[in-house]
């Protein structure tokens, strides 16, 4: 169970005592709690990923090098690709039942609408209901845009523009005050029209485009109608169990929650005491005990492991006077999502549950990473068929108290393709110490995040790069508030020296790398037999790869939800 843009701060087990989170604090008090359990990547696409393959997503070609760090159209050709494989991937060839409910939001089509060459079906999952993209604020008319904002501000002005000047020339021909030439005119309007076409077919139809609904590859409804979206997903993860209670399975409940545009369940609006958002996270609470309800009272609980996280920490900069704050709580920790390496924007919550196997209120304080669910679930389902380069391990032992240490060494913290910051933890030692190679320039000055731009950069003057590297000990300053000096700190050099031996050793794993003896300002392209994804001719939306429910571009349908 995943949610999305939850902050470890968000939940009650984590230390937050304003919000009511009773189900998530239960699977806790019922299982095992991690409190340094890391995702690898701050935003959704490379975070789920390397959540799904147990690798860096560098290794898939979703790391991104510029200003776009996500997916931003069903209609691009960027996602997942065909050549990697997923957990669930594993477990189907194991025998496993698999189903994806919820998000995806790694890709759908590759050269032609229907090709589905990065959809759900084709990365293991026997069933999928959900949205092939994700909810964000085009969804819900009012909510404003997520999508490229400042081009579309540009678009529409460069159309506006054309537009006058067209205007203004015809009104100065009729009226005889100027020989303007025909070709001049009819080559306007032809600039005007197609201006006017780059801006509004892509972007002000978003709605259309990406906020859609569908049943393994079927779109069943587009554009989606939100109000009624967590039921319906809810009621399918509910019924994917049940259909499957005396085979094994495995089901993914992406959740679409707490992603912005923040729902307004008449059941949930106003309860908590922090607003819309509070009252989110309730609804998120109350789905995730449903979902528990329903494990338990199909007597599946002693031989079913549960598992709760989010893809990557709360968002900090998004809030308004009206609504207040939209993203989450990211605790006591420093930064949020999209903040490189800052621990608020990759510290997650992670709880597993499994009764008669894990111990009750078992807490594990080491590092551990989203990777490790890979080949956590690769283990339990008795997978020992060759596998290609794994950046996670098995959680079992750790999680069993069969061993006290965790296997990560070292964690590699990237922004995009930039390796922006590397984690230690010596064998003997308590300390956690963190690098950080660069960090994101925050706006205005002296703030907590990126307001000016909404969220923050990997690359350019977007970024500080620091020499020698900034250094924390986590284990004493989880804030990162007080960098080491070797004044401060006697490892100081040896701390440096060592991180830089373990980034060498990770490059040596990353095929085509570049040669650059830099360790941060370059990007670690690892991709040499993979394309990168994340390219603006892949992102951009193309008229061919649009899903369509009916004929493109009249695209519209609506599911039957009259029994919800």
């Known amino acids: 169970m995943m949610v999305d843009d939850l902050g470890i701060g968000d939940v009650g087990c984590y230390g937050n005592d304003t919000v009511r989170t009773p189900n ?32 860096y997503a560098l290794r898939s070609g979703l790391g991104s090098t510029g200003r776009v760090q996500v997916l931003l159209f069903l209609g691009g050709s960027g996602g997942l690709p065909p050549s990697e494989t997923t957990f669930a991937k594993r477990l189907q060839q194991e025998g496993y039942t698999t189903s994806l409910v919820g998000k995806w939001h790694l890709g759908l089509n590759c050269e032609q609408r229907g090709d589905h060459c990065h959809h759900p079906n084709q ?114 993860a509910q019924h994917f169990i049940k259909r499957n209670v005396d085979q094994p399975f495995l089901l993914f409940f992406s959740l679409a929650h707490i992603h912005t545009p923040l729902f307004k369940t008449p059941a949930f609006a106003g309860k908590s005491r922090h607003g819309r958002y509070g009252d989110n996270l309730e ?26 996280t989010s893809d990557h920490g709360g968002q900090l900069e998004d809030a308004d006077s009206i609504i207040g704050q939209k993203g989450g709580w990211n605790g006591i920790y420093k930064g ?37 669910l890979y080949p956590t679930l690769k283990y339990l389902a008795k997978d020992t068929q060759p596998d290609r380069q794994s950046d996670g391990f098995n959680l079992m032992p750790l999680l069993e108290g069969k061993v006290e240490r965790s296997e990560h060494e070292f964690m590699f913290h990237y922004c995009g393709i930039y390796l922006n910051a590397v984690r230690w933890h010596p064998p003997g030692s308590d300390s956690v110490f963190k690098v950080h190679f660069f960090t994101p320039n925050f706006s205005p000055p002296g703030a907590g995040g990126c307001y000016d731009t909404k969220i923050c950069l990997c690359h350019g003057e977007h970024v500080t790069h620091h020499n020698p590297p900034l250094l924390y000990d986590l284990f004493h300053d989880p804030s990162e508030s007080r960098p080491l ?28 790398k570049k040669g650059s003896d830099e360790t941060h300002s370059h990007p670690d392209a690892d991709a040499g037999s993979v394309q990168s994804q994340m390219t603006l001719d892949r992102i951009l939306w193309r008229p061919w790869l649009q899903p369509c429910c009916g004929t493109f571009p009249f695209c519209g349908c609506k599911e039957d939800t009259t029994h919800i």
């Open 24 to 55: 998530i604090d239960r699977l806790a008090a019922e299982g095992v709690k991690l409190t340094q359990h890391i995702a690898a990547a701050p935003l959704c696409t490379p975070s789920r990923a390397a959540f799904l393959t147990g690798r």
């Open 336 to 372: 949020g999502k999209a903040m490189g390496g800052w621990e608020g924007g990759i510290r997650v919550p992670g709880i597993f549950r499994w009764p008669g196997r894990l111990s009750a209120g078992r807490v594990v304080d080491e590092p551990t990473s989203l990777m490790d």
């Open 485 to 512: 000096t070797p004044d401060t700190e006697p490892r100081h050099a040896e701390i440096l020296e060592q991180t830089t031996k373990a980034v060498q050793r990770h490059r040596d794993t990353l095929t085509n």
């Open 123 to 236: 990365h293991g999952f026997s069933y999928f209901y959900g949205l092939p993209f994700t909810l964000f604020n085009d969804c819900m008319p009012g909510e404003g845009s997520d999508v490229m904002a400042d081009v579309q501000h540009a678009l529409r002005n460069l159309t506006m523009l054309l537009g006058v000047g067209l205007f203004s020339l015809v009104c100065v021909r009729v009226c005889g005050l100027l020989e303007v030439s025909l070709c001049l005119l009819a080559v306007l309007v032809l600039l005007s029209i197609l201006a006017a076409a780059v801006w509004y077919i892509p972007f002000k139809r978003l709605q259309t485009w990406n906020c859609i609904i569908m049943r393994n590859q079927e779109v069943i409804e587009q554009p989606m109608t939100v109000e009624t979206l967590p039921q319906r997903l809810l009621r399918e």
């Open 283 to 308: 609804e998120v609470d109350w789905m995730i005990g449903q979902i528990t309800e329903t494990v338990d009272s199909l007597g599946l609980a002693n031989n079913t492991l549960m598992y709760f």
